[in-house]
């Protein structure tokens, strides 16, 4: 059975149920064969929220936690929101590290910033190489573009997205059909036993 897997990771404040209403439309523009796989940050069964506090407080937790992850189940890809496409910055970064615990083939971020706190600066010491989609709204005052145009610049050979609207997921038929087609073009095509993750 051929499919793709993308792990989806939510923001701040959310939640897997949360994203998958925010990206209902761009879900819906995916051909047939994506398998979107939606997860709660691990500080959500804690009564906690978000992947980690000001400062990146708890990164080293969710980085482990994502690890397991990934150490029992196969994602082609990895697309984030807003905090959860700041960790998909990371984890791109986690990637390219010497025996990396993790392994996917496309990155999209929504909304995204990255860290430029000292104790990163060894994940970001060359332009990481995974084909990656950065979105990000004229008007979005959360993360405001800059922000996610240098999350963009840790990247190799960036494409970037700029939508009218705010901090969201377009639902914008121009903005998620570039998105679909970006998936179909990097997607690695293997075939995997129904039972395999």
């Known amino acids: 059975m051929t499919r793709t897997r993308i792990l989806c990771l939510h923001g701040c404040h959310g939640s ?5 209403r925010q990206m209902a439309p761009l879900a819906a523009s995916f051909p047939a064969g994506v398998e979107l796989v939606l997860v709660d940050a691990p500080s959500l069964s804690a009564g906690d929220f978000g992947w980690w506090h000001e400062g990146f407080r708890g990164w080293e ?3 482990d936690w994502v690890i397991e992850l990934f150490s029992s189940q196969q994602f082609d890809g990895v697309f984030g929101f807003s905090q959860g496409a700041a960790l998909t910055g990371l984890l791109a970064a ?34 990481l190489a995974v084909p990656s989609l950065h979105v990000t709204g004229r008007s979005d005052r959360i993360v405001p573009m800059r922000d996610s145009l240098l999350l963009a610049e840790r990247f190799a050979h960036p494409v970037i997205i700029e939508h009218r609207g705010g901090h969201v997921i377009p639902d914008d038929p121009a903005v998620t059909t570039r998105i679909a087609e970006f998936v179909a073009s990097h997607a690695k095509v293997t075939s995997r036993g129904v039972g395999n993750g």
Do not use: W, Y
């Open 61 to 63: 937790r969710t980085r």
């Open 16 to 20: 897997a149920a949360i994203l998958r």
């Open 94 to 127: 986690v990637r390219e590290a010497e025996s990396a615990p993790v392994s996917f083939d496309l990155a999209i971020m929504v909304g995204g910033f990255t860290s430029t706190l000292p104790q990163h600066s060894h994940l970001f010491g060359r332009k």
